[in-house]
C-alpha cells in the first residue's frame, strides 16, 4: 500500500511573519483536503496520519508553474489567494497544496524544494 502524504508550498518572495504563513499553509491543506473529500487518496491519507511536508517555493511564478504542473497530471490542488487584509496584497498566490497523494507522485514533483 503507498503511503500518502500533502505537500504545501509556501511562496517566501511574500516575506510573510511565521503566524501568516501558518494560517496560509493551513488554509490550503484544508481546502484541498476538501476537494479530495470523496476520493481513494482522501481516505488512505487519513488512514495513514494525514501527514504533510511544508516547503519553501520561492516566488510565484514558480508556484503556478508547479500548480500547472501538477493539475495537468491529476493532482489534487488548492491554490490560496489571499484577500489582502494584513500583509500582502490582494491578489497574492500565498500557498499551494498538492495532494493527498502518493509519495512517489509527490516527490517527482517537490524533489527540488527545501523544507520551510
Known amino acids: 500500500m503507498s503511503n500518502y502524504k500533502q505537500a504545501i508550498l509556501v511562496n517566501m518572495s511574500l516575506k510573510m511573519t511565521k503566524g501568516k504563513i501558518a494560517a496560509q499553509v493551513a488554509h490550503a491543506s484544508l481546502d484541498a483536503a476538501l476537494n479530495a473529500i470523496n476520493k481513494k487518496a482522501f481516505k488512505e491519507w487519513r488512514r495513514s496520519g494525514q501527514g504533510k511536508i511544508v516547503l519553501k517555493c520561492p516566488d510565484t511564478e514558480t508556484m503556478l508553474k508547479l500548480h500547472r504542473q501538477a493539475k495537468s497530471r ?31 507522485k509527490l516527490v517527482k514533483l517537490i524533489s527540488e524544494f527545501k523544507l520551510l
Open 74 to 104: 491529476k493532482m489534487i490542488t488548492s491554490m490560496i489567494t489571499d484577500a489582502g487584509i494584513t500583509q500582502v496584497p490582494p491578489g497574492s498566490k500565498t500557498a499551494l497544496a498538492i495532494g493527498p497523494e502518493t509519495e512517489e
